[in-house]
């Protein structure tokens, strides 16, 4: 005889959007509680802010940014500061993965057994350089270093080492073991493991991480010059303290470019790594 057919299972009614029992709508609820109280307790002006008063400043002062000052003497000097500021971006950023991958070794656990002794202590050292902002560095930085790009290289490399050696010691910890595992069977140190093993493994993820954070720091070198160290940063706090606001535009203008010509960069170079 022919079996019976299994009654086809029930539909299942999609899950309440609210449950007592759910860890993560009670998260939910309560970031979405704090962001209310944020609001209530923060003094916004927004009737003031887009009453036709204040539309009519911003629009008279965005009108002043045009037509930009693209003489030939300024434009010069916008394309110095310009590759001062790229020089900046890449030279904190390369010593940055060097000291963060130096620091991401003794930062990680190698394999299952290892001790890592120095491990909680690297931690805190990352933690510590990176919960200290670009400019906070470069502010500290121009006591020793003077006003210049040296102070904003130095800065982006202190916050940037603290960023790129975690993510370096998250790799690392996180790379498959097996590779490693068949050469310490066979006698290998820890130093050659990590040679021929895991950093085979890792050193695309450290390269994308690397560019990633060259990204953001061409934002910041960018920026740094409001407190002195150079670049287009310093044009910029320069000249908007003069309420030059044609030289202003130009020096803003060149910062998106060179922006986006970076990002294109990176987003290109990325994109080879992975293939």
Excluded at 83 to 102: D, H, I, K, P, R
Excluded at 166 to 174: K, M, T
Excluded at 242 to 271: C, E, N, P, Y
């Amino acid at each position: 005889m022919d079996k019976p057919r299994a009654a086809n299972p029930p539909y299942r009614l999609p899950p309440r959007l609210f449950d007592a029992r759910c860890r993560a709508c009670w998260f939910a609820a309560a970031v979405l509680a704090l962001v209310v109280a944020s609001f209530w307790s923060l003094d916004l002006q927004w009737r003031q802010f887009f009453s036709w008063e204040a539309l009519r400043s911003m629009g008279r002062f965005a009108s002043e940014f045009f037509p930009p000052d693209l003489s030939p003497a300024f434009a010069r000097r916008v394309a110095l500061a310009a590759w001062e500021t790229l020089a900046m971006s890449v030279v904190g950023t390369g010593l940055a993965a060097l000291a963060g991958l130096a620091l991401a070794l003794p930062g990680s656990r190698l394999h299952p057994g290892d001790r890592a002794w120095a491990r909680g202590l690297t931690r805190w050292l990352l933690n510590a350089l990176r919960s200290i902002p670009e400019l906070v560095w470069a502010a500290l930085l121009l006591i020793s270093a003077g006003l210049g790009p040296l102070a904003g290289t130095l800065a982006l490399a202190m916050h940037t080492t603290g960023v790129l050696g975690r993510l370096f010691a998250e790799a690392i910890e996180n790379a498959p073991a097996g590779p490693g595992d068949a050469l310490r069977v066979q006698g290998m140190g820890n130093d050659r493991v990590f040679l021929y093993a895991t950093l085979p493994q890792v050193l695309p993820q450290l390269l994308s991480y690397t560019l990633y954070r060259w990204e953001n720091n061409i934002r910041a070198a960018a920026i740094l010059g409001v407190v002195g160290a150079g670049g287009l940063g310093q044009l910029l706090a320069f000249h908007m303290g003069l309420f030059q606001i044609d030289k202003t535009a130009t020096v803003l203008a060149a910062m998106l470019l060179m922006v986006a010509a970076v990002d294109a960069a990176s987003h290109g170079i990325r994109r080879a790594l992975t293939r």
